[in-house]
């Protein structure tokens, strides 16, 4: 059975840093993706950023020069370093991990910034 256990997760100030955690268990095969999405209340979930299994990379306009995005294929694991944090990053972050036919996904792990 697959499950994705995400950490990292916290209340920081304005112009803080976290850094989240998504590690996979189970057997999961063709992965040809891993990313962060995430959803306000109200909002719609969205994409925060994505890697592929090539290594590229692909960023929200909202959080380029601010978000990095990683992964450790060896502990299939994926990572979020989250720097310069604004109040509007307030949300649950999902990790997610993408096969030709199957997506998985996380607990969700709550962000939340203060002014």
């Known amino acids: 059975q697959v499950q994705l256990v995400e950490s990292g997760g916290g209340l920081v100030q304005a112009g803080g840093s976290l850094s989240l955690s998504c590690a996979a268990s189970g057997s999961i095969l063709g992965i040809n993706a891993m990313g962060w999405y995430r959803q306000a209340p109200g909002q719609q979930r969205e994409l925060v950023a994505t890697?592929?299994?090539?290594?590229?990379?692909n960023y929200a306009d909202s959080v380029k020069g601010r978000f990095t995005i990683s992964r450790d294929n060896a502990k299939n694991t994926v990572y979020l370093q989250m720097n310069s944090l604004k109040p509007e990053d307030t949300a649950v972050y999902y990790c997610n991990i993408r096969t030709p036919h199957l997506a998985y996904w996380g607990q969700g792990t709550q962000v939340t910034v203060s002014s």
């Open positions: 890697i592929t299994s090539g290594s590229s990379t």
